[in-house]
RNA sequence: GUGGGCGUAGCUCAGUUGGUUAGAGCGCCAGGUUGUGGUCCUGGAGGUCGGGGGUUCGAGACCCCUCGUCCACCCCA
């Protein structure tokens, strides 16, 4: 065993997965720019307080946080999501709005791992701020949708709620918990604890023993008030209007409390585990202002890049394998050809690999073949002498002699033109 | 945080009721007549059996602790 492996909750992405993890950001990223948002770039650590308002009834607020004091004595945390700190850079630069932007990066909390799990896991996420139009509801559910369908995942499902503005949240709040109080003797320990903290997530239970419980509760629907109610509306006929399939929810409640009336979450049916939620997220009205920052309305999403991969995997989809190597140089004279001819053929555009050390011809052979490529161009004294170099079609074993001035042609010929790289001036 | 399963070469795993220098397949490296891959053959490198303590004449195997990992709960992406 080495001395030093990954902290529990983190690992390395190899290759070629964390290439899959770049083509996987790249599509996000295309798909969200096409519909007018642009990349922001948080800090991983901010100050605590940007993240207490997250809810100080959530565990990822009262539990999961990876705070520390700094060696200015400043009290920082390692952002546990995206949403908080893009709600105080609004605050902090007051960008015109509506203002559209994307993320890609790590979270961090402190959880025990699991499958789709982790202490160090990513996502990637859309925020819109400055608008109420229930209409931006519908296009940030559809662009999250439009990127599940895009990856070849056909087992994912969407649930809408709404959770009513905040004086309805808080009255179907008390109502929940005076429904749940009065039955609480049916209830597991464990909802009995969950009550206490936060009624809402009592709808979440997964034990058998609370679903009788659950399934008689009072529902949001009757709370909400004539604003939220139109509202959703809207958002459902936004929904219909695209054809994007979604499932009503009534007990859908999300795990932040900073969430109001639209709330959203993308399922797969095709993970076993017990995460089977690859993205989610809402509409959260009131962040901002809390933040300090003017009154200002928001609605966005966030997708685990694990979890959606996981299930990526079970579906057999967006399975990307190492880039494809055009050529591959094998000098058994001094390298020197090697590292020329390398460099030329990358300047003309394409991608070449050699070998090194001045192994025999048999051995660089083998790692020529191992490399995936499609061609050998191979340096040995007889070519380095004549200034030619002999191009094996490692495919079809065809093979001929060409002169190295001529290799950029020889090789289009074989594997296609390519561009030529540009310098910038 | 709670409960359970598992931890033997880079990877996947064997290791009989505790008994001599710990094995296989794959991968890696080098050869198989002196310039060539993918098949085949031969050889080689690589493990303080997660770590620490204990029981024993003797432990990879048994006991305790610890760390890691996987799964479920909790929670969430």
Request: glycine residues 10%; charged residues 25%; aromatic residues 8%.
């Amino acid at each position: 065993m080495p001395s030093f492996q990954t902290s529990p909750g983190t690992r390395d992405i190899l290759p070629p997965q964390a290439g899959r993890w770049r083509a996987f950001s790249a599509q996000f990223a295309d798909i969200v720019e096409s519909a007018g948002y642009e990349c922001i770039i948080p800090p991983m650590f901010e100050d605590l307080g940007v993240f207490l308002r997250l809810g100080d009834a959530t565990d990822v607020v009262t539990k999961e946080m990876y705070d520390f004091e700094d060696k200015g004595g400043r009290r920082i945390a390692l952002r546990p999501e995206h949403t908080a700190g893009i709600c105080r850079a609004f605050a902090q630069h007051r960008p015109t709005t509506p203002w559209k932007v994307w993320y890609s990066g790590s979270n961090f909390r402190y959880e025990k791992a699991q499958a789709g799990r982790y202490r160090q896991f990513d996502q990637v996420g859309i925020e819109v701020l400055g608008s109420t139009d229930p209409l931006l509801d519908v296009e940030v559910i559809s662009l999250g949708w439009q990127f599940f369908s895009s990856l070849g995942l056909k087992n994912v499902v969407l649930m809408v709620n709404s959770l009513g503005d905040l004086a309805d949240r808080a009255a179907y709040i008390e109502a929940l918990r005076q429904y749940l109080e009065s039955r609480s003797g049916e209830l597991s320990d464990e909802a009995r604890a969950t009550l206490q903290r936060n009624p809402l997530r009592v709808l979440d239970s997964k034990r058998a023993q609370d679903k009788p419980v659950v399934a008689g509760a009072p529902t949001i629907g009757q709370f909400l008030s004539d604003e939220a109610r139109a509202h959703f509306a809207s958002v459902i006929a936004g929904l219909d209007l695209l054809g994007v399939p979604y499932t009503i929810n009534e007990g859908l409640v999300r795990g932040l409390d900073y969430y109001q009336r639209t709330v959203f979450e993308f399922v797969s049916t095709s993970l076993d585990s017990a995460q089977t939620a690859v993205g989610g997220g809402g509409r959260y009205d009131g962040l901002v202002e809390d933040l300090g920052g003017p009154a200002t309305p928001g609605v966005g999403f966030a997708l685990g890049i694990d979890r959606t991969l996981l299930a990526c995997d079970s579906e057999e989809v967006f399975d990307l394998g190492s880039p494809q190597i055009d050529a591959f140089i094998v000098d058994v004279v001094d390298g020197m050809a090697a590292l020329r001819l390398s460099d030329e053929l990358r300047a003309a555009g394409f991608t070449v690999d050699r070998a090194y050390d001045g192994r025999s011809m048999k051995s660089q052979m083998k790692v020529a073949d191992r490399s995936g490529a499609r061609v050998a161009v191979i340096i040995g004294q007889d070519e380095a002498e004549a200034g030619n170099c002999t191009v094996r079609n490692l495919m079809t074993s065809d093979q001929s002699i060409v002169l190295q001035a001529e290799l950029v042609t020889h090789l289009a010929s074989i594997v296609g033109e390519r561009n030529p790289r540009r310098n910038t001036q």
